[in-house]
Every structure is written in C-alpha cells, then in structure tokens.
C-alpha cells in the first residue's frame, strides 16, 4: 500500500504587489500631514541655498574634509559631535514612537513625503481614484499615452530637481547650477544627481507602500518600542460592531441582528489607506499611523449622525478600560518615555554644552623624527616640528606661538602664522635650547597659540624636545 507523503506548506516571504489607488482625503490629520510636507520640503530645497559669512550655510564639503553647519565648521576630529547628534536623532525618534507609535512615518518619513508629492501629481493629470483605475483598465490609447507621459515626466522632473538639491549639499549649490547650465557636470555630481533622482523617481512612484513593507526595517522593531499605553490609529470594534452589512445578513437570516453598530462598511477607511491595509482588522506592522483613515471615517460619521473616534488614535488599555482623553494623557508619563525623556534631555543638554565651550582652535604637534635632535651655532640644541593648526571658525585670526617648559626655550622662525576662516595650515618650526639648558634625553615643551586680537582664543599642546647626548 502506497501512502503519500504529506505536501509541505509554502510559506511566501514575498507578496506580489497588487496597485494601490488611494482615494483623496480631508482633514485635519490630512492639512496636519500636508504641512508638514511643505515644512520638510522647504528646508530640504532652501537650506542649500542659504548663505553665512560669504559661503553656504549647510554644505558637507568631502573633498575639503569640512562640514558647515550655520557658522560651525566641523572637521573629521569633530566627528564625535556628528555622531552625538545622530544618537539623539535617535533616541528623540524613540521617544516619540513610545509615546505616539509610527507619527514619524506618517507625517516626515522621506518616504511617506515623496509619496504624497507624487500622489498629487498623479491625481492632477489623472483624476480621482475611480477615473485612475479606469484608466489602468483601458488598453493603450493616445489620451492615456499623453496622461501616462505627462505624470511620468512631471515626476522625473521633481526627482532630478530632488537629487540636484541632494548634491549641492556636498557641492556648493550655486556653482554645481552653473556647471549643470553649461553642461559641464563631473562624473560624480552627474552620477549622484541620476543615483538620487532615479531612487526618488522609483520609491515614490513605482514601490511606495513596498518600501515601508519590505524594505525599511523600522516597521520591524517598531514593536520593541509600543506597548499598551502607545497612541496608535485604532478602530473602536465595541462600538462599531457588527456593522451594517453583518446586521442585514443576520437580519435576512432571522438570527436577530437588532444591535447597531456604528460601522456601516463603506470601505472608505481602506480606499484612502496609502498602503492597503483595513485598520478594522486590527493593528498590523504595514500601518504608517498616517490617519487618513480617521479622518475619512470622520466624515462619515458627521453624515449619518455618529460621533466621531469610531477611528481614532487611541492606546489598548484605554480601548479595553474605555478610558477618555484625560486618562489616556496621563499614561503618557510612564516610565518607558520618562526613561527615553530623561536620556534625550541629557544627551542635547551635553552635546549643547559641548559646542557651547568648544575652542574654535585646534592645535597638532608632529616632531620631526628624522632628527632627534641636532646641535647648531652657539652650541644650542635644535629641535624641528610641524604644528598642524587648524582655525574651525568663520573669522581669520592673527596668531601668536610660543613655547615654554624648558629654560631658555625659544622658536628660531617667524612667531606669527595668519590663519583664514575655517582652513588649516601646516607650520615647519625650529625651536632651540641653550647647551646644559636641559636633561640628555626627552623634556617636556609646552606650546601655546594665542589670537592676537582674542586672548580667550588660546590652546596648548604637550611636545617632547630631545638632547642627544
């Protein structure tokens, strides 16, 4: 006797994408998420084109090892600062996840931005959902030939505009405009400006919802993040079930059916999803927390007469509890966000205090290893360093070196070193000792550079001066 082995079940990692028409919605979470599309995209595409001190205000110059950051110029020893800034970018998104789940996504996320950019773009040429998917169904006529063309190319346009901008924040706006306007781009500036502008043009208008789905991996440890006091966009099932075609069915089918529920199944709460998702089937990992959900079903309730927040953001305790505002405001200081609060306050508090005293003077001593130490005239020991000084801030300065730490210690060049803003020069220095001034072997030195015009402006290095014997 033959038995057949059991047939394995496949499990898909990957779903085919199926087209998302989401409908246009209104509201105040959708003028709420708007602004803050011309709030980001403001910044994005002017910040570029701002100037301080006669150069652009934000500019992360690689070529140049200099990053410009209102007035600030950081170098590649002030990396500590950048990565600071980084973690509590990081720890802020944390706070705000715990406290109001996936806003970030909803509301500044590129992703989501671009997204919305490029959904009113398309609206603009093609018309609302319904006249959008009539068109997908047509077969190829030369009106959806000239919409397809038009959409395409008004996107292509903003993504080339958008990684033009992406560029000129690593070269100076102005001048990579000119090379663009006169064909004369490098091979790198034309190569990011395509990379960027092709990246924008396919997330955005190709992949969309399958960025956050299965390419971004916040959606994936968001959940170590929640927890039952999260504000989240949640459906309030107690009220609204059963909905109203559920009661027609148990209706029609005499098993009562007389509760009334305030859904009544329009769908609008999946048609104006971004990413296709029904909120009704709970949370899920695909919700960006976006609301426009919430504010479609708003409006269906002010037409049949139902309060509003059948869809809200609410937390799970206070669905379970049937908590108001109040109570769910007071969970918000939980220790989870007080944690998170307390670690985000003292990192910006530290890393302010740190570029607050920050000397804009930075100062390198290289000894000349070639030499350990020679004797010249008058029988004094010479010693030969480098001095790597480094001006970090906008005003040039005049500066004055000196040494000290060894009886008769002095510099046998020019004791004077002009240094523009935000640049660096190597200085060749001799310094000499008098016979018997110091120990055969190693000695302490000490060199200090003071502005001239600011003696605040002051810096020390420790050196080591050799006496061969």
Known sequence: MNVRAPREAVIKMYARREDIHPREVKGPFATLRWACVWLTQ????????????????????????????????????????????????AYGLFLVTAVAGRVWCGYACPQTVYTEIFLWIERRIEGGRSA???????????????????????????????????????????ALGDAVA?????????????????????????????????????????????????????????????????????????????????????????QVCPVGIDIRDGLQYECIGCAACIDACSGVMDKVGRPRGLIRYSTENALAGGWNAKQIRARLLRPRTLGYGLVFVLMAAGLGTALALRTPLKLDVIRDRGSMGREVEDGKIENVYRLQLMNTGER??????????????????????????????????????????????????????????????????????IVPR
């Open 396 to 465: 040039p300065h005049r500066f004055h070196i000196g040494v000290s730490g060894i009886p008769s210690a002095a510099i046998a060049d020019e004791d004077l070193v002009e240094l523009d803003g935000a640049s660096a020069r190597a200085v060749p220095l001799r310094v000499r000792v008098d016979h018997g001034a110091a120990r055969t072997g190693s000695n302490a030195l000490t060199f200090t550079v003071t502005a001239q015009d600011d003696p605040a402006l002051r810096v020390t290095e420790k050196a080591v001066f």
């Open 132 to 174: 959008r998917i009539r068109l997908d169904r047509q077969p190829w006529t030369l009106e959806k030939l000239g919409k397809r063309g038009a959409k395409h190319l008004a996107w292509g346009t903003v993504a080339l505009w958008t990684g033009f901008t992406f560029v000129g924040y690593f070269t100076p706006i102005r």
């Open 182 to 270: 006169h064909l004369g781009l490098g091979p790198w500036e034309a190569f990011w400006i395509l990379f960027y502008g092709f990246a924008t043009y396919g997330n955005a208008g190709w992949m969309r919802e399958q960025v956050c789905k299965y390419m971004c991996p916040y959606a994936r440890f968001q959940s170590a993040m929640f927890d039952r006091d999260t504000l989240i966009v949640s459906y309030d099932m107690a009220r609204g079930e059963p909905r109203k075609m559920e009661r027609n069915a148990a209706r029609n089918g005499a098993n009562g059916g007389d509760r009334r529920g305030d859904c009544i199944d329009c769908s609008l709460c999946v």
């Open 42 to 89: 403001a910044l994005f595409y002017g910040l570029p084109w701002l100037s301080m001190h006669g150069r652009q205000a934000v500019l992360f110059d690689l070529g140049a090892r200099k990053f410009h950051l209102f007035g600030l110029v950081l170098w590649p020893q002030d990396f500590i600062y950048l990565a600071g800034l980084l973690i509590i970018c």
